[in-house]
């Protein structure tokens, strides 16, 4: 008979840290099948006026792609659950280095 265990899991950074690969995207395009999500992520670089030319007659520009992510639907609730956390944490840090708007002059503090 099995047992059900709890287990947490972890990424596993490989012990030189110059071996871990990093791969920057500020573009994410999102497409699906009836069995996964896919996350392709790309790296759109500043236009050349080759690429503006081309872009103006066809409306498309091309991006290099660094990752495709491709996730079966059963993670997806959580990964969207980690990324709306993620941005309340960095929302509310960043509205606490707001600085107090100017509301003219105060009287004497005490």
Do not use: W
Request: with cysteine; charged share 20%; hydrophobic share 45%.
């Amino acid at each position: 008979m099995s047992r059900p265990i709890n287990f947490t899991i972890v990424p596993d950074e490989p012990a030189d840290p110059a071996a871990a690969r990093r791969e920057y995207a500020n573009f994410c395009a999102v497409a699906h099948t009836p069995f996964d999500l896919t996350l392709t992520f790309c790296d759109v670089r500043p236009l050349s006026e080759k690429d503006l030319e081309a872009a103006s007659s066809s409306h498309v520009v091309h991006a290099p792609v660094v990752a495709r992510v491709v996730l079966p639907f059963g993670v997806v609730p959580g990964l969207i659950a980690a990324l709306q956390e993620q941005m309340r944490i960095i929302q509310e840090a960043s509205a606490a280095a707001e600085p107090p708007p100017d509301r003219g002059p105060r009287g004497p503090l005490h």
